[in-house]
């Protein structure tokens, strides 16, 4: 594995009402249509960051997830298991990504 994770971001559609209207949106849709007596379409949109990480190991791209991991590191397998219950490994934070992928990494070496 690379000693750190790769990271690909992507932009989601929110169409999640609550959320649009915590931002909003659906209210200033809703003043318009009052105010002008007509609908409104509106082309406002509210999109969120998804951060997707992966693993590279020999060319080939793994996204990040405990079946990942643990498919790469067949060998070694209940070691990894035991790493991740024992230090509360997140698979959303980058620094916990960093130091699973330097523990894989010298399961790899020896």
Do not use: W
């Amino acid at each position: 594995m690379e000693n750190s994770p790769s990271l690909k971001n992507r932009f989601i559609l929110v169409t999640d009402k609550v959320l649009l209207r915590g931002s909003g949106l659906m209210d200033q849709a809703t003043a318009s249509e009052l105010s002008n007596k007509t609908p409104v379409t509106t082309f406002d949109r509210l999109y969120r960051l998804e951060k997707i990480y992966f693993f590279i190991y020999r060319n080939e791209a793994y996204e990040v997830s405990k079946f990942s991991i643990l498919k790469l590191m067949k060998k070694d397998r209940d070691t990894v298991i035991e790493y991740l219950n024992d230090n509360n490994i997140s698979l959303t934070s980058e620094q916990h990504l960093k130091q699973l992928t330097t523990y894989c990494n010298k399961l790899l070496t020896k």
